[in-house]
């Protein structure tokens, strides 16, 4: 069993910069390969970023080039820096572990965070 708990969140202008930070406990966090999503109310929750156990890292379009996904395996801590924020990114960022063992899939979430970006 793995517990997220993200930090970091807030309200930042247009153009501005934010980090969210994941920690995670409970398990074998380095074979894990982690992800951060975003939900606004009505919509469904949306990929923004992923990196894996082996270090790789993977990115929403609308994301690319202004935020990057970091872990730190031996704090046990997956970080999201967010640069030249947009209205649009405002939304509740979620962190997700998961990992696959034999044929079962582990996944687990954190509570959320909440960033606000004002125009």
């Known amino acids: 069993q793995v517990q997220l708990v993200e930090s970091g969140g807030g309200l930042v202008q247009a153009g501005g910069s934010l980090r969210l930070s994941c920690a995670a406990s409970?398990?074998?966090?380095?074979?894990?390969?982690m992800r951060w999503f975003r939900q606004t109310p009505g919509k469904e929750r949306e990929f923004v970023a992923a990196?894996?156990?082996?270090?790789?890292?993977y990115y929403a379009d609308s994301v690319k080039g202004r935020f990057t996904i970091s872990r730190d395996n031996a704090k046990n801590t997956v970080d999201l820096q967010m640069n030249s924020l947009k209205p649009e990114d405002t939304a509740v960022y979620y962190c997700?572990?998961?990992?696959?063992?034999?044929?079962?899939?582990?996944?687990?979430w954190g509570q959320g965070t909440q960033v606000t970006v004002s125009s």
């Open positions: 409970g398990g074998a966090f380095s074979t894990y390969h």
């Open positions: 990196i894996t156990s082996g270090g790789s890292t």
């Open positions: 997700a572990a998961d990992r696959v063992v034999l044929t079962i899939t582990l996944n687990y």
